[in-house]
């Protein structure tokens, strides 16, 4: 999501050492690029792909991460990069940073590095929808149209 995106906002993050709380207004992906970059320490983008619908990163550990593509927001301006074809290498700390970029093939290159990040840990778990008990009644929100899930949950 680019910089100006979201009205979202983040009040009174703890300072990085934990010595008190930074009261000014923060941007939801701007706190996710904060947690992100203290995990990409050492980290590079092995490999990446800006593609029509999605934007995917592959880290030197492995990792991957994919973001949306803002194909029909592109533009001319939007669509060129500076450093395009010398992307591969880049340290993962430099990447995240792009996510605040106001260049949206930049900040879609910037969430997927971010994603790759902080979903390195991930180990998956149990079904959501086979764990809840949907009722009839229920009314579920998603953000995001994910296909397979709306599938599922429409004979709920």
Do not use: H, W
Request: hydrophobic share 45%; glycine share 14%.
């Amino acid at each position: 999501m680019p910089a100006g995106a979201g009205s979202f906002t983040v009040l009174g993050m703890q300072t990085a050492k934990g010595k008190g709380i930074n009261m000014r207004k923060m941007l939801i992906t701007e706190a996710v690029a904060a947690a992100a970059a203290k995990k990409a320490a050492g980290l590079v983008v092995e490999d990446l792909c800006i593609g029509v619908g999605y934007t995917g990163v592959k880290l030197s550990d492995n990792s991957g991460g994919t973001g949306f593509t803002f194909r029909n927001e592109l533009g001319l301006q939007n669509g060129v990069m500076k450093n395009a074809g010398r992307l591969q290498g880049m340290p993962a700390t430099e990447a995240v940073k792009m996510a605040m970029s106001v260049n949206l093939a930049e900040a879609s290159l910037g969430v997927a590095t971010i994603n790759a990040v902080l979903n390195r840990d991930f180990e998956q778990g149990e079904n959501a929808l086979e764990v809840i008990d949907l009722r009839p009644e229920d009314v579920v929100g998603m953000v995001g149209y994910f296909f397979p899930v709306a599938k599922q949950l429409q004979g709920k």
